[in-house]
């Protein structure tokens, strides 16, 4: 190969890498599409792929869902029944405080009998009951399900929840006289320094076995911190079964801040974000 050719050659690469490095920087500046969080790639200081950093954090993308343990039917006066569902968040870091939810009732041909729908709360790592009492049906019911809807799920730091403790639960069965079959007594301690509008209490009796026997629900209003209550609920109809134990859930929601009484509104102190 002459040297006439070689540098031919040599001028012809020079003028390519040229060429290419222009073409890169136009490509860079004017066509490559600037980092998203929705690239499918891992840039812009991501901690994944799309999330972290300035894009949803990633254990929000990663979201679980809210699990159900079990569900209960359980006989009340005629046609009139109560629903207990057992239901677990396994999300650590974040709650709601709009948990949409629905019962359906299927008979043997597993044909929709009848649907309930309601609103519910639910704090991080938490287990608690779902009850619906009273529901009315005109046929047995062969299949329970639980369904939730879209969930708005928020995120809290360094959570630690209510200190809502209950204590002397007892048992007491009405004579003939009063008015009722059963009451459960407690005491209620708002162990917090925040004053509450609202507490929710549900009540489930259960026998030797751990069989669920009766259900029932109760509330409080204006429960100040440091505060104890007593509560009382009564069964009007008679329970199936014998009485072994009482589990009170007392709970309220920390994620409405019409919850918090004056001067204690500020939820940042309970919850840091």
Wanted: with cysteine; net charge negative; charged share 25%.
């Amino acid at each position: 190969m002459s040297k006439r050719t070689t540098k031919q050659i040599f001028i012809a690469l020079i003028f390519l890498l040229i060429l290419f490095g222009i073409s890169f920087l136009v490509y860079s500046s004017l066509i490559k599409p600037a980092p998203s969080c929705f690239d499918l790639i891992q840039n812009q200081k991501e901690e994944g792929t799309d999330c972290g950093g300035p894009c949803q954090p990633c254990e929000l993308i990663n979201i679980k869902n809210i699990e159900v343990i079990s569900i209960k039917v359980i006989a009340n006066q005629g046609n009139f029944y109560d629903l207990a569902a057992k239901i677990k968040n396994p999300n650590q870091n974040y709650g709601s405080g709009q948990v949409p939810y629905q019962f359906e009732l299927y008979d043997p041909q597993d044909n929709l009998i009848v649907q309930y729908s309601g609103l519910t709360y639910i704090l991080p790592n938490q287990t608690k009951y779902l009850l619906k009492i009273k529901a009315e049906r005109d046929k047995p019911a062969k299949q329970v399900k639980l369904s939730f809807g879209k969930v708005e799920w928020e995120k809290l730091e360094d959570y630690q929840s209510p200190q809502l403790g209950v204590q002397g639960k007892e048992i007491i069965f009405l004579s003939e006289q009063e008015p009722g079959f059963a009451q459960v007594r407690a005491t209620l301690i708002n162990k917090t320094s925040f004053d509450f509008d609202k507490i929710d209490i549900d009540i489930l009796l259960f026998d030797s076995a751990g069989h669920l026997l009766a259900i029932n629900t109760n509330e409080l209003r204006t429960f100040l911190a440091g505060q104890e209550r007593d509560i009382l609920s009564t069964w009007f109809n008679q329970i199936n079964g014998q009485v072994n134990s009482i589990e009170v859930e007392a709970e309220t929601n920390i994620f409405d801040s019409d919850n918090y009484l004056s001067g204690t509104r500020e939820r940042e102190k309970f919850q840091e974000y």
